[in-house]
């Protein structure tokens, strides 16, 4: 019952996680990962499995496309120094080093740590043309990527904090 009202959370905030590039900026970011995207092993789950292995939360984010309301997951404000994993296969997705504080409450990144890793598809819902960032191993659904992201890449991978584990660097200094 606690999460019968994330339902209509997507609605609300999608907007939030947006902004309304034009469309030939947005194409270019598809265009520019073609054939990147060579398949390695995929995880393949049935629903049900899925609902085994993730919280109620994550299995709405990640399978249905949901959207955490922003300023609200683990990771947004989250500083130490690492690697940010897919929930649901384990994948790396991204780096603490691409990580930049966006203001919009999601974590946000510059850059995947490998852009096989991160695939990019083109989301029409909500009556706009977003570029959705799907983890390539297993196709959880991990957010949106807008183009006015800081340099060098000038991308903003928005991410949601409960698609992402996160696995702390070891110390440098042994
Ligand atoms: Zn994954």
């Not at 609605?11 to 054939?35: E, N, R």
């Not at 683990?74 to 997705?93: N, S």
């Amino acid at each position: 019952m606690r999460f019968r009202w994330l339902w209509f959370l997507p609605m609300a905030v999608a907007a939030g996680c947006a902004t309304f590039a034009p469309l030939d900026q947005t194409q270019a970011i598809t265009q520019s990962q073609k054939g990147n995207s060579k398949s390695k092993e995929k995880i393949v789950k049935s629903e049900q499995e899925w609902r085994q292995v993730l919280t109620p939360e994550q299995y709405h984010i990640l399978r249905e496309k949901g959207t955490e309301m922003a300023f609200t997951g683990q990771y947004w404000k989250y500083k130490e120094d690492g690697a940010y994993v897919c929930v649901g296969c384990g994948q790396e997705l991204f780096n603490s080093k691409t990580k930049f504080d966006s203001g919009t409450g999601w974590p946000s990144f510059w850059d995947a740590v490998d852009k096989s890793k991160v695939e990019l598809k083109d989301d029409f819902s909500y009556g706009m043309h977003r570029i959705e960032a799907v983890c390539s191993r297993c196709g959880g659904h991990l957010g949106h990527v807008f183009p006015d992201g800081p340099r060098p890449t000038g991308l903003r991978y928005c991410i949601n904090s409960a698609s992402l584990d996160f696995k702390k660097a070891e110390s440098k200094h042994k």
